[in-house]
């Protein structure tokens, strides 16, 4: 029955087929394999949760029965604890009818006289662990409110922005944008209304931006859009883009007036002289915010300052 453990411990078969019956009842994949990685045996457990029946198993490989990743994961990690006759542990992912789990497997070497004669595996789902400890994960980094990245995750997404930059030369820039007058919207139509400002304007973002661009709340109305691959330039027509959609928006208080929004916006870039990408855009949106509201101003890294737009007095220059 279990001719690995058979091969290798003393023991009558009576006495290996109550093994295998506690096996069965354990509440835990287990499973044996030869040298070759080839299954001897495999547990109710196993066969039950994926779907398999022993003669499809008893025989193959980790090559045969899963993609090559999952494979090669496996298959290194039974030839180091052949190689080091001690026990190892992994987190592996499974694709099950279309469902992602993940098993935290423990493998250990079968030896007898010396020689390693296979490896014995116990194995249990920690899928709804790991959900919710990606729920943590997502919920730590997640503004509660407008459901985009909150400023803790911002700083993990420049150092690796910067990384790629330096590591690649892969450039990236962003945008900071900022709701013009959101402190009177409160005060005049309650925190509600200032919420639901805030709402939607992430909402006109996330509908003029890519997959890969990251959204992060930055402040009470300010945010942070993180443009990888971006030239500066393209940052700036983004920008643009996003306030004149912003500036579309209507909103109604619970009296009935109606009122419109605008967003001041500044825009830089990573470059070789000025790395400071969050305090370049910082002044360009300060230029924004002080002059000409509403309006979208980028750090050029070329001229080292502020590119004017239409709209800007010679003289604050």
């Not at 090559?68 to 694709?95: E, L």
């Not at 007036?257 to 969050?278: D, P, W």
Request: glycine share 8%; net charge negative.
């Amino acid at each position: 029955m279990l001719d690995l453990i058979l091969s290798a411990q003393s023991g009558s078969k009576e006495q290996l087929l109550g093994l295998s019956e506690i096996f069965d009842s354990v509440d835990a994949f287990i499973f044996i394999k030869d040298l070759d990685g080839r299954y001897k045996y495999v547990n109710k457990k196993v066969l039950q949760g994926f779907d398999v029946k022993l003669t499809s198993v008893k025989g193959q490989t980790d090559w045969h029965l899963f993609n090559y990743g999952v494979a090669k994961m496996m298959r290194s990690n039974d030839k180091n604890v052949i190689s080091t006759k001690k026990p190892s542990q992994q987190k592996i992912p499974f694709q099950i009818n279309g469902r992602a789990v993940y098993h935290l497997t423990v493998t250990s070497p079968i030896v007898k006289n010396g020689e390693v004669h296979g490896v014995i595996g116990f194995a249990i789902d920690i899928s709804k662990d790991m959900q919710e400890r990606e729920l943590l994960v997502e919920e730590a980094n997640t503004d509660g409110l407008t459901g985009c990245y909150n400023r803790r995750f911002l700083h993990f997404a420049l150092e690796e922005q910067a990384e790629r930059y330096i590591a690649a030369g892969i450039p990236y820039s962003l945008l900071i944008i900022d709701v013009d007058r959101f402190k009177p919207i409160n005060d005049k139509f309650g925190h509600s209304t200032g919420d639901k400002v805030l709402v939607e304007v992430v909402k006109v973002i996330n509908k003029y931006t890519r997959d890969e661009d990251l959204l992060c709340r930055y402040g009470g109305d300010e945010f942070v859009l993180v443009l990888p691959g971006s030239s500066v330039s393209q940052a700036y027509m983004l920008g643009q883009r996003l306030s004149e959609q912003i500036s579309k928006l209507s909103f109604e208080c619970s009296s009935g007036e109606q009122f419109g929004i605008t967003c001041s916006i500044g825009a830089s870039t990573q470059s070789s002289l000025e790395s400071n990408v969050i305090e370049k855009a910082d002044k360009a949106l300060y230029v924004s915010k002080k002059y000409c509201m509403g309006t979208v101003h980028m750090y050029c890294p070329e001229l080292l300052s502020i590119r004017t737009c239409e709209l800007c007095d010679d003289k604050i220059f």
